[in-house]
């Protein structure tokens, strides 16, 4: 620890952990305090404030709108990349080749409808790697009212994945084919091209709060981000999902997350894929009508 850094007491450990739950459902085990104590010494010293709880009674009292995002947006966990866990993405793809086939797709603005949501996206990968890995396989796409919504509660991964440009250094892993799809604007940056990002709306979200979306969609992918929320918090969340997915449509979770599915209106199909049922099938239904 640098000799000018802030000490966080217990009490004052507690106190942010609360307000972070409060904020953004995000649950901080006693393992993230040194993280937590480090991602913020910096911004409580630039509020020329000395100590910890001098800077949660100016969250609780008088911050504007920009400080009390600028607390959530140092507490969130960021870690993504291109083509993370990448059955999903397969799956998808399989799925909406199922979709395509179909004789009467749903219609918006005169074409077939394709609706997917990232809620979490963090800086923007997840969702890049939908577009990339649709359009690479079923070109055919542009001619569909096809969009891709990507959404964090982190403002600054918003505005970060709504530029699509990111390091070199993010290719490795990815194929060659996988890797032919960005452009290449410098020798150290690579960027996502306009015909995929003209498919992307990117905005900020809080899963805790109103969500301001259109669905239904196809599929919502939200992947490691209820990790951080606790089990009552994630199931409220499942059931919005559920809510907002049409029928035979899919939830995907992050590998380590898993839900109870049946109560919840899904089944499960494949490792961490989570088919939306009938309204009819499901748990929720029967609770609803009892
Ligand atoms: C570890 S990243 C996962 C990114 C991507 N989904 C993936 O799997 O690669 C988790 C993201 O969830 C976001 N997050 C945490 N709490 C949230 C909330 N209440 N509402 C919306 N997003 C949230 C964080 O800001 C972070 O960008």
Redesign the pocket.
């Known amino acids: 620890m640098a000799d000018d850094e802030i000490k966080l007491s217990d009490r004052e450990f507690d106190r942010i952990r609360e307000r972070i739950y409060k904020d ?3 649950s901080l085990g006693d393992a993230k305090r040194v993280l937590v104590a480090s991602r913020l010494n910096k911004i409580v010293r630039a509020k020329g404030l000395d100590s910890f709880d001098a800077y949660v009674d100016f969250l609780d009292r008088g911050a504007s709108r920009e400080d009390r995002q600028v607390f959530i947006n140092a507490l ?6 291109f083509y ?1 866990e990448d059955h999903h993405f397969d799956h998808l793809v399989q799925y909406v080749g199922q979709l395509m086939a179909r004789p009467n797709p749903l219609k918006a603005n005169g074409k077939p409808r394709l609706r997917i949501w ?5 800086t923007g ?2 969702p890049y790697t939908i577009a990339m890995a649709l359009m690479g396989k079923y070109p055919q796409l542009k001619n569909w009212d096809f969009r891709i919504l990507g ?4 403002t600054q ?1 918003v505005e970060t994945a709504a530029r699509g440009v990111y390091s070199v250094n993010d290719l490795e892993g990815l194929s060659d084919k996988q890797a032919a799809m960005f452009e290449r604007p410098t020798a150290d940056t690579i960027r996502v091209p306009d015909h995929l990002r003209r498919l992307m709306t990117f905005k900020p ?4 709060g109103k969500w301001p979306v259109k669905g239904p969609f196809d599929a919502i ?1 939200c ?3 209820t990790i ?1 929320f606790d089990k009552a918090t994630q199931t409220r969340i499942f059931e919005r999902f559920a809510a907002l997915l049409n029928e035979g449509s899919y939830l995907y979770i ?1 590998h380590s997350e898993s839900m109870k599915a049946e109560e919840l209106g899904f089944c499960l199909e494949g490792k961490t894929i989570y088919r939306r049922l009938a309204v009819q099938q499901t748990g929720m239904q029967q609770r609803m009508s009892a």
């Open positions: 953004a459902g995000i969130t966990t960021n870690l993504t990349r993370r990232s809620a979490g996206c963090s990968q997840e959404t964090d509660v982190d991964v979200l809080n899963l805790m992918f992947r490691n981000v951080y992050g």
